[in-house]
Nanobody, 127 residues
Framework: QVQLVESGGGLVQAGGSLRLSCAASGRTFSGYNMGWFRQPPGKEREFVATISWSGGSTVYADSVKGRFTISRDNAKNMLYLQLNSLKPEDTAVYYC????????????????????WGQGTQVIVSS
């Protein structure tokens, strides 16, 4: 079973940037699509971005398109999310997760498809 550890969150002013990281261990990293999700205060967890197993394809939620960039380093078993032009509504706990099976089509992942989550990393954007 894969273990996922998110890091890189913090407090930032609106318009600022952060880079989130997700370290994966316990299972082969390459071959599996990876995704970022977030849970704003008092709201349901939501999809943010997906990257294909090869890194060649990405999908973004409309709310972050053009501002966030998902990337991965298969050699290091690392997933990243670059957050630029942050807005107060980006305030949330951010989580990463991995498809349960390899080589699935890249798509906007549903948080309901995952039963296990890491501890997440908190992002707070002040206005």
């Amino acid at each position: 079973q894969v273990q996922l550890v998110e890091s890189g969150g913090g407090l930032v002013q609106a318009g600022g940037s952060l880079r989130l990281s997700c370290a994966a261990s316990g299972r082969t990293f390459s071959g599996y699509n990876m995704g970022w999700f977030r849970q704003p205060p008092g709201k349901e967890r939501e999809f943010v971005a997906t990257i294909s197993w090869s890194g060649g394809s990405t999908v973004y939620a409309d709310s972050v398109k053009g501002r966030f960039t998902i990337s991965r380093d298969n050699a290091k078993n690392m997933l990243y999310l670059q957050l630029n032009s942050l807005k107060p509504e980006d305030t949330a706990v951010y989580y990463c997760n991995t498809d349960p099976y390899p080589f699935l089509p890249v798509r906007a992942m549903s948080p309901l498809d995952f039963g296990s989550w890491g501890q997440g990393t908190q992002v707070i954007v002040s206005s």
